[in-house]
């Protein structure tokens, strides 16, 4: 996912290698690299989305959004961003999406 905002061009967006499976307990770290930092700001966004159900955005780079257990952080800056699922359950299953707006206006949720 890696829409544009305005006529300043279009930032691509690489996910790491994908995770197919981990043991409970277990820290996960996902990763993102953007590539551009100018204009991007704190916008860069993570979805969680299970299997049969929509996408459900959980973490801003600075704002876990309602819902959004403890046990997940975010962190990053530039142009290379990650999420931490520390001591991971079998509910955290799911395809997870970083999105990235440029030049997003900063009230952007």
Do not use: M
């Not at 307990?25 to 916008?43: M, N």
């Not at 257990?69 to 395809?95: H, L, R």
């Amino acid at each position: 996912l890696s829409p544009a905002w305005g006529s300043n061009g279009q930032i691509t967006v690489t996910q790491g290698p994908p995770l197919k499976s981990t043991c409970p307990g277990d820290t996960v770290t996902l990763s993102c690299k953007t590539s551009t930092s100018s204009g991007l700001g704190s916008h860069l966004y993570w979805y969680q989305q299970k299997d049969g159900e929509g996408k459900l955005l959980i973490y801003g780079i600075n704002n876990r959004f309602s819902g959004t257990p403890e046990q997940f952080s975010s962190s990053g800056s530039g142009t290379d961003f990650s999420v931490t699922i520390s001591g991971v359950q079998a509910e955290d299953a799911a395809t997870y999406y970083c999105l990235a707006l440029y030049g997003a206006p900063d009230n952007t949720q």
